[in-house]
């Protein structure tokens, strides 16, 4: 028949009650550590990957879903002039109020408008024809 004996010493803090023989056949029977690959998807409860396990750079471009970045994801100021494709921006995405330009037979065209004093356009020595001059 086995011999009992008890290892556990309830006077000693939490973590330390084990005897090391006690430790010992622990770790052989139950090892804590895991192996490289051990924890698989299956294996994860749903939600248990927080924000703070991530570890700094784990979501890269190919990790982030197709229309997975939306409006709320984004900083104040974050989408700057240099990030927008060119014609990304066009007068139907902009909207209301967006004033657009085109010649008589409806092809686009640059056109400023320059709020200016009579007196000044008169004094132009040439007037610009993409140039719009409200004359104030």
């Known amino acids: 028949m086995a011999k009992l004996v008890p290892y556990l010493d309830t006077e000693k803090p939490v973590g330390e009650r084990l005897s090391p023989q006690m430790q010992q056949e622990i ?11 051990a924890v ?17 750079g784990a979501v890269t471009t190919e990790k ?27 007068a139907d995405k902009a909207g209301t109020g967006v004033v657009t330009a085109h010649d008589k037979d409806g092809n686009a065209i640059t056109l400023d408008v320059v709020p200016i004093t009579a007196a ?7 007037k610009n024809p993409n140039v719009m001059y409200a004359v104030i």
């Open 64 to 90: 982030i879903a197709t229309d997975g970045v939306e409006a709320v994801n984004l900083a104040p100021g974050a989408v700057t002039t240099a990030k927008l494709d060119d014609d990304a921006v066009t």
């Open 120 to 126: 000044d356009w008169g004094a132009l020595p040439s």
């Open 27 to 37: 770790e052989e029977v139950a090892p804590s550590g895991l192996t490289n690959g």
């Open 40 to 56: 698989t998807t299956a294996k994860l409860a749903e939600k248990a990957v927080t924000t703070g396990k991530l570890a700094d």
